[in-house]
């Protein structure tokens, strides 16, 4: 119930072309989903972040869509450039035992590979 | 410095050997998270301390020993280790707001990791 599926594994496409990444999760106390973007070398950076009250949420070209009754979220990027080739993680987080900490659930990963 | 920073970034010990990593935050946090990154894996937390308290233990093997002795370090001893353990070991660090609202802080703010071969 804590898992949080992510998919694809990997992703190729061209310079310009959209980007897509999902996730699922099926824990319903989740009220956090951020995205994170891992560069070789380097820990993960949060890129964007979204609450379950909105269904979109947009910072340049990155998108979140968040579907809550299916329990489904997705990153979108669009006019994808070579620069946006990283790992990117889906995270889900929820407040486990009344703690005051955000603990986070993370999805596997999606290598994406832009092409010039 | 700025952020999170770690050391050693890389690290090759045998299964003997006894070795730290060391976590520093400069972001005036008061959570403090270990996390490992294994390929093809989501990231393992490992630890959590908030206000230098340890507040989660994720089943973590013993030969893994935290200690945090102020919100801005954070150490993993090692020990024996296997193989296995080999990874990316990751510190994070998060603002907690202790509010009655519980919206606590999901932001966490990562290092750039130890890379930790197991010999």
């Known amino acids: 119930q804590q898992q949080v599926k992510q998919s694809p594994q990997s992703l190729i496409v061209q310079k310009g072309g959209i980007s897509i990444i999902n996730c699922a999760y099926e824990n319903t106390a989740f009220d956090y989903f951020p995205w994170y973007q891992q560069f070789p070398g380097k820990g993960p950076a949060l890129l964007i972040a979204i609450r379950p009250d909105v269904s979109e949420k947009k910072e340049g070209r990155f998108t979140i869509s968040f579907n809550k009754s299916a329990k489904q979220f997705s990153l979108h990027i669009m006019d994808s450039q070579p620069g946006d080739s990283a790992t990117y993680f889906c995270?889900?987080?929820?407040?486990?035992?009344?703690?005051?900490?955000?603990?986070?659930?993370f999805g596997q990963g999606t290598i994406l590979t832009v092409h010039p | 410095e700025t952020g999170v920073t770690q050391t050693p970034r890389h690290l090759v010990m045998g299964m003997t050997n006894k070795k730290s990593l060391k976590c520093e935050q400069h972001?005036?946090?008061?959570?403090m998270y270990w996390y490992k990154q294994s390929a093809k894996k989501p990231l393992e937390l490992m630890f959590v301390y908030s206000l230098e308290e340890r507040v989660e233990n994720n089943s973590v093997p013993s030969r893994f020993s935290p200690e945090c002795p102020n919100s801005s370090h954070l150490f993993l001893h090692l020990h024996t280790l296997q193989p296995e353990d080999s990874a990316l070991y990751l510190c994070?660090?998060?603002?907690?707001?202790?509010?009655?609202?519980?919206?606590?802080?999901?932001?966490?703010?990562f290092g750039p990791g130890t890379r930790l071969t197991v010999t």
């Open positions: 995270a889900a987080g929820a407040h486990a035992g009344g703690t005051s900490y955000g603990k986070l659930t």
């Open positions: 994070a660090s998060s603002q907690d707001r202790f509010d009655v609202s519980g919206t606590g802080s999901y932001e966490q703010y």
């Open positions: 972001l005036g946090h008061n959570a």
